[in-house]
């Protein structure tokens, strides 16, 4: 589903590389996190899935695609198909909680009929159905996560990325967001985190790799946080 094949990120000719001769599979339906401290290629790992970058050298297959083959309006299609968070939401402030779901049918010209019925399903889902039409700023953190959430699933990717998505969150309403993920993968989504957060990694007991200056120093089944 998701294969790096010696995978190199320089930014900057002459530098220590981001990501550092990385391979690594990732099954259809797996759970994993990806951790590491500030500066080990996180980030730049989860731009490299979505093509916003394009490795120095090696391929990047998704969804049976190499993604140094993508050009175009493909590259606009190829990003549709993922399901993305982020730390910091990125919610659009002046849109409703069902505009802001709906709005990535839009995007894909979804007919109104599928939205009014997509949009509802996976508000329940993320138990937000009861404040479609709040607006951001009237929503909690752990609130606001979820309508992302909502909007990340609602064209039903096979793929979800989670870049720290409990970074702005408390423990409580962390866990929550867990175990949203942990449902949304149960029903089939493979789920990809990036995160610093050693609590719920711990908790989770799912696979872990662990990054280190861009090179990969552990990949465990049912791993734990390991501190650097
Ligand atoms: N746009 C850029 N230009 C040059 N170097 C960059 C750029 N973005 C990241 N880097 C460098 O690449 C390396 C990996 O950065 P990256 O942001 O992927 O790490 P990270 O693990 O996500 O860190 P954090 O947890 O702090 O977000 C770092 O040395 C960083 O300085």
Known sequence: MITLDDVVMVYEKGTQPAI???????EKGEFVFVVG???SGKTTMVEL???????????IYVNGKELNRLHGNSIAKYRRGIGVVFQDFRLLKDRNVY????????????????IKKRVPEVLTLVGLADKYRSYPRELSGGEQQRVALARALVNRPNILLADEPTGN???RNSEEIMRLLEEINMRGTTVLVVTHNREIVNMMKKRVIRLRKGVIV???????????
């Open 169 to 171: 969150l408390d423990p």
């Open 49 to 59: 899935l979505l093509k916003e970058l394009n490795p120095t050298s090696g391929s």
């Open 99 to 114: 505009e802001n779901v709906a709005f990535a049918q839009r995007v894909i010209e979804k007919p109104n009929r599928v």
């Open 218 to 228: 552990s990949d465990e089944k049912e791993g734990g946080y390991i501190e650097d």
């Open 37 to 39: 401290n500030s500066g």
């Open 20 to 26: 550092d001769h990385v391979s690594l599979n990732i």
